[in-house]
């Protein structure tokens, strides 16, 4: 199915662990972002992507880092894992000229 | 920095009835777009409804209406004849019109709508 995928869909990591969020879409979109969820915060955006090869940060980048890889995907990257980072991350890319983002299903992270 | 504000966490309402979301926003920009998002217990999120700032008539999808008020930075969602699977958080929106969508949503901290059968 054409959109935005996500992976993992879960993840349980220890403090000071290290991974990546991976996101890739199939609709040939030029902007990419990745946000948080928390409860009672609603999503902020932590990095974002306007096209291949440039990144720029959002609201709430510590911590975090990312790659654009190419115009279909866009990681996130934890180098060493905190319990506030335990959240739900969304991931979401856009066709420039259009502003109707396409979500991926969300991946939870819980940090021990 | 644009802000969005949903001064209502959760909100309640009997299946059949309508019940009306409340969205306020702060921006010095005379051309962007609103939106309203939907996110069921699956954690999929769902675009329910758009609004363009330059037109006056409010966007309508269904039994979901928008009442904008531009001047008073107001952005509400009504659902009319609620059902059960409109149980979900709703999330107000904005969105600056860049051309490029560079800088992504600005989303307010949501409203969880509660629906009684």
């Known amino acids: 199915n054409a959109g935005v995928t996500q992976t993992p869909k879960f993840q349980v990591l220890k403090t000071g662990q290290s991974m990546t969020l991976q996101c890739a879409q199939d609709?040939?979109?030029?902007?990419m972002y990745w946000y948080r969820q928390d409860p009672g915060m609603g999503l902020r955006l932590i990095y974002y992507?306007?096209?291949?090869?440039?990144?720029d940060k959002g609201e709430v980048p510590n911590g975090y880092n990312v790659s654009r890889l190419n115009k279909r995907e866009f990681s996130l990257r934890l180098e060493s894992a905190a319990p506030s980072q335990t959240s739900v991350y969304f991931c979401?890319?856009?066709?420039?000229?259009?502003?109707?983002?396409?979500f991926g299903a969300g991946s939870r992270l819980t940090v021990l | 920095a644009q802000t969005v504000t949903q001064s209502q966490p959760e909100m309640s309402v009997q299946e059949a009835e309508t019940v009306t979301l409340s969205c306020t926003y702060d921006?010095?920009?005379?051309?962007?777009?609103l939106f309203w998002y939907k996110q069921p217990p699956s954690r999929q999120m769902i675009l329910v409804i758009r609004?363009?700032?330059?037109?006056?008539q409010n966007a309508t999808e269904n039994r979901f209406s928008v009442n904008f008020q531009k001047a008073a930075k107001s952005f509400s969602l009504k659902i009319s004849d609620s059902q059960l699977g409109d149980a979900a958080m709703y999330f107000c929106a904005y969105s600056l019109y860049s051309g490029g969508g560079a800088d992504g949503l600005t989303f307010g901290k949501g409203t969880h709508l509660i629906i009684q059968p």
């Open positions: 609709m040939n979109h030029n902007s």
């Open positions: 979401a890319s856009i066709y420039s000229g259009a502003n109707v983002l396409t």
């Open positions: 609004q363009e700032a330059y037109k006056q």
């Open positions: 921006t010095s920009e005379s051309d962007y777009y």
């Open positions: 992507s306007a096209s291949e090869g440039t990144t």
